[in-house]
């Protein structure tokens, strides 16, 4: 079992930058890939980041591509997503989530069903 703890959550002016973390416990970290999903009210929960278990590949949803930026520290057992230049459309629970042998394996890093472990969500809202 991994248990995920996401925080950073907040309100934000548009234009402006957050961080969110995401905590990992349980079973080892290092060896799952990593991602941020997010669920605007409503509609669906929809792929935001991703991260290889090592770190060292990433792949982002095209609407936060140049914005969002998503990195790993193993030795913190924490996932991290820098959101820059915010949008009032970026307001959304986000989610941190943790799967083995997704990232490499074709477009399964998009299907939110392909996640093992789910944290339970931080909310983002920015004002316009």
């Known amino acids: 079992q991994v248990q995920l703890v996401e925080s950073g959550g907040g309100l934000v002016q548009a234009g402006g930058s957050h961080r969110l973390s995401c905590v990992a416990s349980?079973?080892?970290?290092?060896?799952?890939?990593m991602a941020w999903f997010r669920q605007a009210p409503g509609k669906g929960r929809e792929f935001v980041a991703t991260?290889?278990?090592?770190?060292?590949?990433?792949r982002y949803a095209d609407h936060v591509k140049g914005r969002f930026t998503i990195s790993r520290d193993n030795a913190k057992n924490t996932v991290y997503l820098q959101m820059n230049s915010l949008k009032p459309e970026d307001t959304a629970v986000y989610y941190c989530?943790?799967?083995?042998?997704?990232?490499?394996?074709?477009?399964?890093?998009?299907?939110?069903?392909?996640?093992?472990?789910w944290g339970q969500g931080t909310q983002v809202t920015v004002s316009s």
């Open positions: 989530a943790a799967g083995g042998d997704i990232y490499w394996s074709g477009t399964r890093y998009l299907d939110d069903s392909k996640y093992d472990y």
């Open positions: 349980g079973r080892t970290f290092g060896g799952y890939d």
């Open positions: 991260v290889s278990w090592s770190g060292r590949n990433t």
